[in-house]
């Protein structure tokens, strides 16, 4: 039995799914794993709390969605005063969860962050996309070198587990190309179109259940799905690409004819995330491909994200799943959290 | 960088598989994971060859493809007359590869060499199915008091991790249903009778293709199925079922006229595997069903298999690959030994 004391740097929807499943699970994660986590610090931008003794999960998720956090009940030990910099290196903490906002345009905070964590000798696991889209070589390899665990399942379609597929399950085979349905608003306007809606029905759907954004540029024009590419490319061919040495084309030409024509030939519009490597180099792409429906991509419906690796040795292996969400996606953080525990187990044995 | 010293029990298409992975790996192996491996040792009913130096692996393949194993050419350590127990247990090996055809009929033998292993101190991997249809439980038992290590991945889809994704990548969530394709032959059949053949016909393009036994009775009744439902049912739930304990029908049943009906219905057939573990109870059946498209096991297609894991967490998680195959199931045990080496790395680091 080992309790991780995890400081969570941010408190939204997968902070908050993630404390959720910790909460809910403690029992069955201490009887079929031996393992145990408590939450010693979060920090957000309006409210920083420390407590070394564990601060009470329930009561933190009551005070998220009630009055905000600044409304958790004081305790003997609790601390309000801590910043972001100090809770990381706190010494009565060992893992940061950074699950604040992926910046893009801004990624520089978060990397710092990572590093600090790392330089303080804490694990890190990362929901935000930003330090593995611009910096996950060197973040990876000062893991390596420090000895600690780097987790990040949680960039990539939310709790399903496309990183350790490749990492570790597929370890041994060559990927020499990887392709996605990876942005879920698309897919679902797509399959909106095939049952006979028009492009602005299918948008002002997929807007009103909360799938698109009020201006919804970056999913519909491909940018979303491009993102989440140069992460996969970068954990599985090691290399960091820019949005513009890609391809990079959205769903907005697809027309109700281009739908009608695809249907009549027996295939499916789907918006494809892909890249190969040959030789090194990568060669990438996100535009609408028109699939046989014998492809497993094909078949992806609605909100549904998946992704074929293919390999040298197996062909393609084909991951299906929810692509997003705050409980899946906090999935992935206790996910990692148990990869760095079996890590631990195998060292103690 | 560490050499696993591995005896083969087997050298069918799986055996010989594996090795040709070992032998074109090599550099790529040592490079990526600092990972080594030799065979030391090979028993198959017709040949038993032992050589602690190390046995030539591109030798082993051409005799095997040749006059067979007997025309293994002489070195001045080999041994031929070493019996499989001796084999096993032998000091200058430290991990077995159960590569021997399956016979659930008589499992016994299977399950006496993983326990003798065992207790020689030797990790085993299997693809042979008996020992974890029949002794799963106490065998992994067996492994875990013996702080050694034991892989099967290879027992169920082939290559395709189907059972590490359920441990480890989805480790801490729970299973509550288990959904699969996980019979080529019959999808295959079923495939083709949606292209316009009669069952007579698909069966016997499947035959003429290699797919389907000259008596299909194990795939078109659901046997085979059934009895690769009985061993997920025994590595994720924890429970032994025997084949009596589970409703199995297989398509025999299906014709044109069902086919019709189902498509004009926009779903397809397709011969489910199905657990539900439901307070500590499982039920379990094989039977064909109608799938909306919508089901991500309804776009499989062909040869191909797949398998959903239902969990509270995520909901639906599917995984699609080839199912069978002597290099991809080959790469089974490669990616088997690759999880034992991540652990020993683990616990030097």
């Given at each position: 039995?080992?309790?991780?004391?995890?400081?969570?740097?941010?408190?939204?929807?997968?902070?908050?799914?993630?404390?959720?499943?910790?909460?809910?699970?403690?029992?069955?994660?201490?009887?079929?794993?031996?393992?145990?986590?408590?939450?010693?610090?979060?920090?957000?931008?309006?409210?920083?709390?420390?407590?070394?003794?564990?601060?009470d999960t329930s009561a933190l998720l009551h005070a998220a969605q009630g009055g905000g956090l600044s409304a958790?009940?004081?305790?003997?030990?609790?601390?309000?005063?801590?910043?972001?910099?100090?809770?990381?290196?706190?010494?009565?903490?060992?893992?940061?969860?950074?699950?604040?906002p992926t910046d893009l345009a801004d990624p520089g905070p978060a990397v710092a962050q990572v590093k600090r964590a790392f330089q303080a000798g804490k694990n890190?696991?990362?929901?935000?996309?930003?330090?593995?889209?611009?910096?996950?070589?060197?973040?990876?390899?000062?893991?390596?070198?420090?000895?600690?665990?780097?987790?990040?399942?949680?960039?990539?379609?939310?709790?399903?587990?496309?990183?350790r597929l490749a990492q570790e399950a597929l370890a041994g085979s060559r990927i020499s190309e990887i392709r996605g349905v990876i942005n879920g608003t698309t897919n679902y306007m797509l399959s909106r179109m095939e049952a006979g809606a028009s492009y602005a029905e299918?948008?002002?759907?997929?807007?009103?259940?909360?799938?698109?954004?009020?201006?919804?540029?970056?999913?519909?024009?491909?940018?979303?799905?491009?993102?989440?590419?140069?992460?996969?490319?970068a954990l599985l061919f090691g290399q960091t690409l820019r949005l513009d040495q890609m391809d990079c084309h959205g769903i907005t030409e697809i027309g109700p004819q281009a739908i009608a024509e695809a249907s009549a030939a027996g295939e499916r519009w789907k918006l494809i995330a892909s890249a190969r490597l040959t030789d090194g180099k990568v060669e990438a792409s996100v535009k609408p491909i028109r699939l046989p429906l014998s492809d497993p991509l094909a078949g992806v419906e609605g909100i549904m994200n998946a992704v074929t690796y293919v390999t040298e040795e197996m062909?393609?292996?084909?991951?299906?799943?929810?692509?997003?969400?705050?409980?899946?996606?906090?999935?992935?953080?206790?996910?990692?959290?148990?990869?760095?525990?079996?890590?631990?187990?195998a060292g103690a044995g």
């Open positions: 039995m080992y309790t991780y004391r995890l400081v969570l740097l941010g408190f939204g929807a997968v902070g908050q799914g993630f404390a959720r499943l910790l909460r809910d699970k403690a029992d069955d994660l201490r009887v079929r794993y031996q393992f145990g986590a408590q939450i010693v610090g979060v920090y957000t931008r309006r409210a920083s709390l420390f407590d070394p003794t564990g601060l958790y009940p004081g305790s003997p030990k609790l601390r309000r005063d801590l910043d972001a910099a100090a809770m990381i290196a706190h010494p009565e903490a060992d893992t940061l969860i950074l699950a604040t890190v696991i990362t929901v935000n996309k930003a330090p593995i889209a611009t910096a996950y070589p060197e973040l990876s390899a000062l893991a390596k070198d420090a000895g600690l665990f780097f987790g990040y399942e949680g960039v990539v379609m939310g709790g399903t587990p496309a990183v299918a948008l002002a759907e997929a807007q009103a259940k909360g799938y698109a954004e009020t201006d919804p540029t970056a999913d519909v024009e491909g940018y979303d799905a491009a993102g989440k590419l140069i992460i996969l490319i062909g393609g292996v084909t991951l299906t799943g929810a692509g997003a969400g705050g409980v899946p996606t906090g999935f992935a953080v206790l996910s990692d959290l148990l990869a760095l525990h079996r890590k631990r187990l």
